[in-house]
């Protein structure tokens, strides 16, 4: 069955960096764009970018220009990479994939102090 297993969240200081990693398995990973999503502290859960299976790459525009996505297809695993953090990027991060319907990983959860 289809799996998707984030890591590499943690508590930072503004203006810091974390690299956010989605380990994926039970799908051909290749084929599926691959999404991340996040729910801040009372908000609901809300979209932060896309990348395609050419790579192509969208992001929020709150975090357009701090966020950016790869992905490593041998390694069936998609990055998120966040410099610049703030305290409102607190939240649980996902990853999620659609393919016979719409899947997510546990979260993790980043805390940026001010």
């Known amino acids: 069955q289809v799996q998707l297993v984030e890591s590499g969240g943690g508590l930072v200081q503004a203006g810091g960096s974390l690299r956010l990693s989605c380990t994926a398995s039970g799908f051909d990973f290749s084929i599926y764009e691959l999404d991340w999503y996040r729910q801040r502290p009372g908000n609901l859960r809300e979209w932060v970018g896309t990348?395609?299976?050419?790579?192509?790459?969208k992001v929020a525009d709150a975090v357009k220009g701090r966020y950016t996505i790869t992905r490593d297809d041998a390694k069936a695993t998609v990055y998120l990479q966040m410099d610049s953090l703030k305290p409102e990027d607190t939240a649980v991060y996902y990853c999620?994939?659609?393919?016979?319907?719409?899947?997510w990983g546990q979260g993790t959860q980043v805390t940026v102090s001010s």
């Open positions: 990348i395609t299976i050419d790579h192509a790459r």
């Open positions: 999620s994939v659609t393919t016979t319907g719409t899947h």
